[in-house]
């Protein structure tokens, strides 16, 4: 039975114009579209707790007063009596305020789902941490309804796996870009075999590294087996990029296949609008702005390569072989600001999971995203050697 929502808290690392902070809190305070209509939630309660201070943000008040948005100075207030949290880090969500999503799940009412917009925590031991934590949370809520109060499931150290008592879950995270629109409009067959991966990707560290994970590996999860995890990592740059190109440690044909779904190539099509095949004339190694990337070796074989290449193309896309040789590939759409039509989309998944308490997505994505993000972190994965990821392992 979907669970009431009356009351949802925000609690927002800072409050800023066209980030996801503010897309998400825009569409529960003013509904978004959805399935053909315009949808709003109704007779509900919504409140924000700003960590870095709400008072005098003109943008905040104006949510007050249109809108009837709620202010919480506290946060111990702003998440007391909340049916569920939405917890957003600054910017785009890349680096976690661990310090802020453990004090929320400290004192969020133990029924209470929390969605964090961003990276679950900024390595694999802190993800698994604030996972039991919640799970605990539930553990607890659902024992108390039946007049228990054990303690709940501890930390666990093994391998990536859900933390879910009773068959929901108490904590999720995620980006736009995971749901976002595709052009075309296609996925991997259900199962299929696959062989090798390629995302295009531009921004700064870890920026680009959380949008390659989130675009890609929601793909890859439907391949046969599922995500198995990530057995290394290996981090090129400069004209190591190129090397590893010519050494064929990625494929060059998934990058032309990627590179076929951009509408924005760079260059001479900004300057006069001709068409171009940049990586046929091989212009990419010229127009590639201090490029780098990751070679991620799965832990059935499949290889995925991540290339962020500031100047090449400003939009993102991928391509994926399958063993029999087939290639799909596609645009993960972002649209235009200030609207960001995709956030219409993770607002919708982000309110079905509050009223089912089903994850719209593996929860073991959180995990591994959370390791891989701490793992490119590590200074021992910057060496430009293979860097062994033996934790990363889903099962």
Known sequence: MPRALKRIAFVLEEFALRTPAQQLLDRFLAGY??????????????????????????????????????????LSEAVAEADAVVVAWRGRGAEAN????????????????VFVC??????????REFRALAATRQTLAHRMGEGDRRPGK??????????????????????ATAVTYRLPDIDL???ARVKEAL???????????????EGLLPILERRRGGETGVASVRYLEGEGVWRAREERQWPERLLVAAISRSDSPQGDPVKDGRTQDIVGLGLVPGLARNPRGWLLRHRDGVRTAILVLD??????NFAVATADGAVISAQLYRPAEPAQAHFNLLAAAVEDF?????????????????????????????????????????G
Request: charged residues 20%; hydrophobic residues 45%; proline residues 8%.
């Open 33 to 74: 579209p959805r399935e053909g209509a315009f949808h709003r939630l109704e007779k509900v309660d919504i409140s924000v707790h700003v960590a870095s201070g709400a008072a005098g943000n003109a943008d905040i008040e104006r949510r007050v007063r249109d809108f009837g948005l709620r202010v919480r100075p506290n």
């Open 98 to 113: 661990e310090a802020l999503l453990r004090e929320v799940l400290q004192r969020v009412p133990a029924s209470a789902p």
């Open 118 to 127: 961003g990276a679950l925590a900024n390595s694999l031991a802190a993800a």
């Open 154 to 175: 501890g930390l666990s150290t093994g391998a990536i796996s859900d933390i879910a008592p009773s068959g929901n879950l108490a904590l999720l995270s995620g980006t």
């Open 189 to 191: 067959p259900s199962r």
């Open 199 to 213: 995302i295009v990707v531009q921004g700064p560290t870890p920026d680009a590294e959380l949008d390659a994970l």
């Open 311 to 316: 100047g090449v193309v400003a939009d993102n």
């Open 354 to 394: 509050f009223r089912s308490g089903r994850a719209p997505w593996p929860p073991t994505r959180d995990l591994l995203v959370a390791g891989l993000l701490g793992a490119f972190r590590s200074p021992e994965s910057r060496s430009g050697r293979v860097f062994a990821t033996p934790d990363l392992r889903v």
